[in-house]
C-alpha cells in the first residue's frame, strides 16, 4: 500500500431461521449435520439442498468432493483446514448459492483465483512448497477481466510489482499466497499498465487445471458466503462503496468522497502521477490492488468499481484506481458470475 503524505486530510446481518424457500444474505444460514459434516450451512439455497449435498459429500473421498459437486450441479470454489489441521471446510457455490461444509480430516488440493485474496510479489521465480523469499511484498487480488481475444487475466495493483523509474518490473513473479508458503504460483506479469498510463494497475495468470477455480467473486473467508459479481459501476462522488484487503479484511465500506476530495485527487495526479478517486475508508498496507465494489444488493451481487491504490493523509483514508480507464486501456470486460 502506497502511503502519501500531505498537509492535505480527505476528509450484521443476523442469522436467519432455516429458509422455506432459497434467500440470499451476507451470512451463512445454519443447518443440521449430516453425518461427519460438523458443520453444514447455505445462503441462497434451502437446507434440504445442503444436507442432500452434504450426504452426498460424506459418502465419498474427500479428495473426490470436486466431481461430487459438479455432479450435483455446484461448482467448487476452494478448500481449506481448520487451523488445528483436524477438519477442513469445502465452499461450493452454484448461481447464487453457496454451502460451506464440514468434514475431518484434510481436504482436497481446492483452490482458485477470486477477489480479495492475498498474493506474493517477488523479484525471483517462486516455488511452491518452499519458503517466501526475501524482499517480496504482500498484496491483494482483484477482479478477473475477459481480454479482446478472449484471454483472462487477474487485476491487482503495478506498485505492487515494484514498478522502477525506467518502467521495468522489479518484482516480476506472482503467487496465490498461502500461508506459510507461497501458495499457487501463477508465473510472470503479464502486463503492467503503469508503464505507459497513470493507472496504477497490473494484470496476472490466473490459475489453470484441475482443482484451481477461477470465480467472479469477492471472497470473504471461511466464516461468510461471497459477494457475486454482477458487472462495473463508475466511481461516482458521493456512491457508497466497500473494498476487501488481505490485511483490512472484508465490506470495509464508506463512500467516495465528492468537492472536498477534488483538491488532493489533483495533487495525486500531479506529484504522484496517477488517476485515483479517494474515500472516506480507512485501508492499510497489504491491501494494495484489492478490489473496490459497491455496497451489496440484497440479491447479493456487487459491481466492479475500482483497485485499491494507496493511503492518503493522516487518517490513512484509502484511494483508489477507478476501473473503467483500466478497461478501456485493456479493451477488456468484468467476467461476472452466473445467476
Request: charged letters at 20%; glycine letters at 12%.
Amino acid at each position: 500500500m502506497r502511503a502519501v503524505a500531505a498537509p492535505i486530510v480527505l476528509s450484521a446481518l443476523a442469522l436467519c431461521a432455516t429458509p422455506a424457500r432459497a434467500q440470499v444474505s451476507g451470512t451463512y444460514t445454519p443447518c443440521a449435520p449430516v453425518g461427519e459434516a460438523s458443520i453444514v450451512e447455505v445462503s441462497g439455497a434451502s437446507c434440504d439442498e445442503a444436507r442432500s449435498l452434504a450426504t452426498a459429500l460424506v459418502a465419498a473421498p474427500a479428495d473426490s468432493a470436486p466431481a461430487v459437486l459438479a455432479s450435483a450441479g455446484w461448482s467448487a470454489l476452494r478448500a481449506q483446514s481448520t487451523d488445528d489441521q483436524t477438519e477442513h471446510d469445502l465452499i461450493a457455490i452454484r448461481g447464487a448459492s453457496t454451502v460451506r461444509i464440514r468434514r475431518p480430516g484434510s481436504g482436497p488440493d481446492l483452490d482458485g483465483w477470486s477477489a480479495g485474496r492475498e498474493l506474493l510479489f517477488a523479484r525471483g521465480k517462486l516455488v511452491g512448497g518452499k519458503p517466501v523469499p526475501n524482499g517480496a511484498a504482500l498484496c491483494t487480488s482483484a477482479f478477473v477481466v475477459r481480454m479482446a481475444g478472449g484471454r483472462v487475466g487477474g487485476l491487482s495493483a503495478a506498485h505492487c510489482a515494484g514498478t522502477r523509474k525506467d518502467g521495468t518490473v522489479h518484482r516480476r513473479y506472482v503467487a496465490l499466497r498461502r500461508p506459510p508458503q507461497p501458495g499457487i504460483v501463477l508465473g510472470r506479469v503479464q502486463r503492467n499498465i503503469e508503464r505507459t498510463k497513470p493507472l496504477d494497475a497490473l494484470v496476472l495468470p490466473i490459475p489453470s487445471g484441475p482443482n484451481r477455480p477461477v470465480a467472479a467473486v469477492i471472497d470473504r473467508g471461511i466464516s461468510l458466503p461471497p459477494w457475486r459479481i454482477a458487472g462495473a459501476a463508475p466511481s461516482t462522488s458521493g456512491r457508497r462503496v466497500c473494498f476487501s484487503g488481505r490485511t483490512s479484511g472484508a465490506d470495509q465500506c464508506g463512500e467516495i468522497v465528492g468537492n472536498d476530495a477534488r483538491r488532493a485527487e489533483r495533487w495525486l495526479s500531479i506529484f504522484a502521477g496517477l488517476l485515483v478517486r479517494c474515500t472516506s475508508i480507512t485501508a492499510h498496507e497489504g491491501d494494495s490492488g484489492g478490489p473496490v465494489y459497491t455496497a451489496p444488493a440484497e440479491d447479493g451481487t456487487v459491481r466492479a468499481v475500482g483497485i485499491t491504490t494507496l493511503v492518503f493523509g493522516p487518517r490513512s483514508r484509502m484511494c483508489f484506481t477507478p476501473l473503467g480507464p483500466v478497461l478501456g486501456t485493456l479493451n477488456a470486460s468484468i467476467l461476472t458470475s452466473p445467476s
